[in-house]
């Protein structure tokens, strides 16, 4: 089966880096994808990969390495706002969506 | 104004009434989507359209149905609902052009079924 692991909760202190884990087992592969999503509120595009390594957007990197099924969200210089859950996704050989059950980041002053 | 808009945002109803929850768009997108979520499992899709002619089913769509009646809307009807379709449902459009196939997600309509 098709298969997205996430943690699912952290903790992090504002100001500082937090990296969340995504690991996938899908069939077939044609990129990954990361959303946050505040309380309550519809989910909004972050970052997609398609190829091996690191893509940088502001305060938010996304990495991926194909080989080991595995990507992280880096976020840094963490504001409170920040406190949300962040979806991983994969887009299978079908070009479907498979969604992670999401991690949910804790902020705290 | 929100681009993907839901109607109702919020709905409480009993077992076995029909509701139907209306999703239009100003984006311009072919493709549309309607997903639920629950709390600690993923989005799971339920029906997908790409054009007003095209309809397929999602991972689940069972005691569900769709209608696209134009490209800009796309409505999920639930003909009798039950208590285990409670839960938050999305519908979203991606832009075919688009390399990245990214979603555009509606604000959501929370659904209680007593």
């Known amino acids: 089966g098709q298969n997205i692991d996430q943690p699912t909760e952290m903790t992090a202190t504002e100001g500082a880096i937090v990296q969340i884990n995504c690991t996938y087992q899908?069939?077939?592969?044609?990129?990954l994808f990361w959303y946050q999503q505040h309380a309550g509120e519809a989910p909004t595009f972050l970052s997609y990969?398609?190829l091996d390594g690191l893509e940088e957007k502001g305060r938010f990197s996304s990495f991926l390495s194909r080989s080991k099924g595995y990507s992280y969200l880096l976020l840094k210089e963490l504001q409170m706002k920040d406190s949300a859950s962040y979806l991983c996704?994969?887009?299978?050989?079908?070009?479907?969506?498979?969604w992670g059950a999401g991690t949910k980041l804790i902020i705290k002053p | 104004d929100a681009d993907v808009t839901q109607t109702p945002r919020n709905r409480i109803t009993k077992t076995g009434k029909r509701i139907m929850l209306e999703c239009s768009q100003t984006?311009?997108?072919?493709?549309m989507y309607w997903y639920r979520q629950d709390p600690g499992l993923g989005l799971r899709l339920i029906y997908y359209?790409?054009?007003?002619?095209?309809?397929n089913k999602g991972e689940i769509s069972d005691g569900y149905s769709v209608s696209r009646q134009a490209q800009a809307k796309f409505s999920l009807s639930l003909e009798s609902a039950i208590p285990n379709q409670t839960a938050l449902y999305f519908c979203?459009?991606?832009?075919?052009?688009?390399?990245?196939?990214?979603?555009?997600f509606g604000e959501g309509s929370r659904l209680t079924v007593l």
């Open positions: 359209s790409f054009d007003v002619k095209d309809i």
């Open positions: 984006k311009g997108h072919d493709r």
């Open positions: 996704a994969v887009k299978d050989s079908n070009y479907q969506l498979i």
């Open positions: 979203a459009t991606s832009d075919l052009q688009r390399d990245t196939g990214e979603l555009f």
């Open positions: 899908t069939s077939g592969f044609n990129g």
């Open positions: 990969n398609v």
